[in-house]
């Protein structure tokens, strides 16, 4: 950038402005993945306690994808248990277990 714009004035303020921004983006990305909890957790209401196969087949609630990645959060089931995590940022591991009492 400064051999394609050495005038602009911003410059200097870009390697400043990286950590506020990567905490932005977590935040995003920490409610997009709580907010599908809260999807999974509706959808297993509305089916007697099922958790649904997949997150796109949630249609009632909204279940936003990855803002990092726009894709799906990494989802799957064994047995009465769901998982939702971020495999695609090791840096920052995003894991929530989810159980439904009956």
Excluded: C
């Amino acid at each position: 950038m400064k051999k394609e714009e050495p005038a602009n004035v911003f410059l200097p303020w870009i390697p400043s402005l990286t950590p506020p921004a990567k905490t932005w983006a977590r935040l995003d990305r920490t409610l997009d993945a709580l907010t599908d909890v809260e999807a999974i957790r509706s959808y297993a209401a509305a089916n007697d306690g099922q958790f649904p196969p997949t997150l796109d087949q949630i249609t009632s609630t909204p279940a936003p994808d990855n803002p990092r990645t726009g894709k799906p959060f990494h989802y799957s089931v064994q047995g009465n248990t769901a998982t939702l995590s971020d495999l695609e940022t090791p840096e920052f591991p995003l894991n929530y277990t989810i159980r439904i009492r009956k």
